[in-house]
């Protein structure tokens, strides 16, 4: 075989093995991150009584361990894994103003068999760990505390996990209740608004 045709040989292997090397390379680095862990979650405060009804009424008092709730508020958060991937043990804490005291609450629809693997901790006056010995994908915990005071600022949510994205949305909306919106939409928009809104949820 001449030279000259052994050299073009040689180059044309050289360009597919770098092809094939850089398909490969492309796709596991694709594959990493469409498989990485996500969340998000949303969160809310709604005062449970104003404090002109509480002051109105001298006999009704709100207390928690001896502490009298002055402005008892409910703190709403949810946390959705928005990923394809379960997220075990993420180490969320939800921290709130210096001055206001947070009450471990309740967890909303619980999945069954949840109950003991889902959990609140207090771990100070001001901040609570939220405890999720792990999250599947499309799941969500909808967690639930109690305030002394409505607070100014809101409240802070921290989840520090390696490789973990963390967003806060207006809303973590859920399949059901997309469908109950969906239902209400007459014809075409409705077809519409599905295509669209089942696309943002998966």
């Known amino acids: 075989m001449p030279i000259e045709q052994k050299i073009a040989l040689a180059s044309l292997i050289a ?11 492309s796709a596991r680095v694709a594959r990493k991150s ?5 969340l998000h979650y949303h969160m809310s405060m709604s005062p449970l009584l104003s404090k002109s009804s509480l002051s109105a009424t001298n006999s009704l008092k ?11 508020t409910l703190l709403s958060v949810d946390i ?13 804490e939800i921290e709130v103003t210096k001055g206001a005291y947070i009450i471990p609450g309740y967890f909303e629809n619980v999945p069954t068999g949840y109950d003991d693997i889902w959990t ?3 771990t100070d006056a ?12 499309k799941q969500i915990a909808k967690v639930r505390f109690f305030l002394d005071e409505n607070p100014k600022e809101d409240a802070v949510f921290k989840c520090p996990m390696k490789d973990l994205t963390v ?12 469908e109950v919106i969906l239902n209400a939409l007459p014809g075409l928009a409705g077809v519409a608004a599905r295509i669209i809104l089942r696309r943002r949820i998966s």
């Open 120 to 122: 609140i901790e207090r």
């Open 15 to 25: 360009s597919v093995l770098i092809g094939v090397i850089s398909w490969v390379v």
């Open 62 to 72: 709100i207390e928690f361990d001896g502490v009298r709730l002055t402005e008892p």
């Open 80 to 92: 959705k894994n928005v990923g394809d991937v379960a997220i075990e043990n993420p180490p969320i």
């Open 34 to 38: 469409f498989s990485s862990p996500k």
């Open 167 to 178: 967003k806060r949305v207006a809303s973590v909306i859920t399949a059901e209740s997309a």
């Open 126 to 137: 001001d901040s609570c760990a939220i405890h999720l010995a792990h999250i599947n994908p």
